[in-house]
């Protein structure tokens, strides 16, 4: 299987963000990585449903929500709504995270979980079966454009093990300081999805930088 990019919304071009949908939907990205901030459980605040809703117009792929708010079982309804295919929940917001998880699945969504970079992946055990999808948090949740950190590597590892024993069906996506070296790292530890945001929008080819990351595939590096 081919390397699942998920570029990321958030360092696109709001002033013209059609154009910017319609490079990713020519391109060889898979998916639309959309980041929601709350300004209460990362720093900083992102945008939401009218953003979304207006994204969800123009994309002929699926919206990959990740989102980074307090509260996340009040709006589900909502990301539902505004065209959330994969809805992302972090671990950290969630008191009671099977519940979170059956709601998100029973809207008709994809269920993934995130987890901050001190948050240990075996704290997942007992719900891995149930996940479409865990994304490990590179970098603090907040903003873009941050130095990855190593350890999400040996994150990746542990937890293509705790998949492989459970034969869970959850897909592995790596988030923040995301670029050609840095993935290639994740995707042999084990990765099926790379979301990146200033690497591709800050790049002069933004299509070619996509289907450079999009050709990193771990059977290419054996
Ligand atoms: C950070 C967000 C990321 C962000 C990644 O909290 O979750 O999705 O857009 O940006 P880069 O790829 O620039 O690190
Ligand atoms: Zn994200």
Redesign the pocket.
């Known amino acids: 299987m081919s390397t699942i990019v998920s570029p990321?919304m958030?360092?696109c071009d709001f002033a013209n963000i059609q154009r910017d949908v319609e490079m990713i939907n020519n391109s060889q990205a898979d998916w639309f990585?959309i980041?929601v901030m709350d300004g209460v459980f990362?720093p900083n605040i992102s945008f939401g449903f009218p953003i979304i809703s207006a994204i969800k117009k123009h994309a002929t792929k699926p919206l990959d929500v990740?989102i980074?708010i307090e509260n996340p079982d009040d709006y589900l309804t909502e990301f539902k709504n505004c065209g959330t295919d994969i809805l992302t929940v972090h671990y950290e917001a969630c008191r009671h995270l099977h519940r979170t998880i059956q709601a998100i699945k029973s809207l008709g969504m994809k269920a993934g979980v995130a987890l901050n970079p001190h948050t240990p992946v075996d704290l997942l055990k007992d719900i891995i079966d149930d996940l479409d999808l865990v994304l490990i948090?590179s970098?603090n949740?907040?903003?873009?454009?941050?130095k990855f950190i190593p350890n999400a590597i040996n994150k990746v590892k542990e937890l293509k093990s705790l998949i492989t024993k459970s034969k869970s069906k959850a897909l592995i996506e790596v988030?923040?300081?995301?670029n050609i070296d840095t993935g290639r790292l994740l995707v042999e530890a084990g990765a099926d999805a790379l979301?990146?945001?200033?690497?591709v929008f800050g790049s002069s080819n933004p299509s070619k930088t996509i289907e450079e990351l999009k050709q990193l595939n771990s059977t290419e590096l054996i």
């Open positions: 990321s958030l360092s990585h980041d990362v990740h980074m948090m970098v949740p907040g903003f873009g454009g941050q988030d923040g300081g995301v979301v990146a945001g200033s690497f």
